[in-house]
């Protein structure tokens, strides 16, 4: 049974920082692009970034510079680190991971965390 499960969401100042972490578990993920993504109430789902097996990365234009992915291959697990945060970055954040052409296309992803709220008061 395939798993993605985020942790270290929170609630922070502006300006403040967090680290989300997703572990990853129930087959290997070689090969696979690793992405978070985020969900506003009220709004769509929206890409923030994703790292593919080879290490190519790409940001969302709001979080660029911000932001950081990571991926640790042995422990199938990839982080978040988040720095500057804005109120506006306020949302549900998703690990997702997939066999994936456009990295920020949602719905080509396989696999889905729960989701870890990030709130940042202003």
């Known amino acids: 049974q395939v798993q993605l499960v985020e942790s270290g969401g929170g609630l922070v100042q502006a300006g403040g920082s967090l680290r989300l972490s997703c572990a990853a578990s129930?087959?290997?993920?070689?090969?696979?692009?690793m992405g978070w993504f985020r969900q506003a109430p009220g709004k769509e789902r929206e890409f923030v970034t994703a790292?593919?097996?080879?290490?190519?990365?790409s940001y969302a234009d709001s979080v660029q510079g911000r932001f950081t992915i990571s991926r640790d291959y042995a422990k199938n697990t990839v982080y978040l680190q988040m720095n500057s945060l804005k109120p506006e970055d306020t949302a549900v954040y998703y690990c997702a991971a997939g066999w994936v052409a456009d990295t920020e296309s949602h719905s080509q992803y396989d696999y889905w965390g729960q989701g870890t709220q990030v709130t940042v008061s202003s």
């Open positions: 129930g087959r290997t993920f070689s090969g696979y692009v």
């Open positions: 790292i593919r097996w080879s290490g190519s990365i």
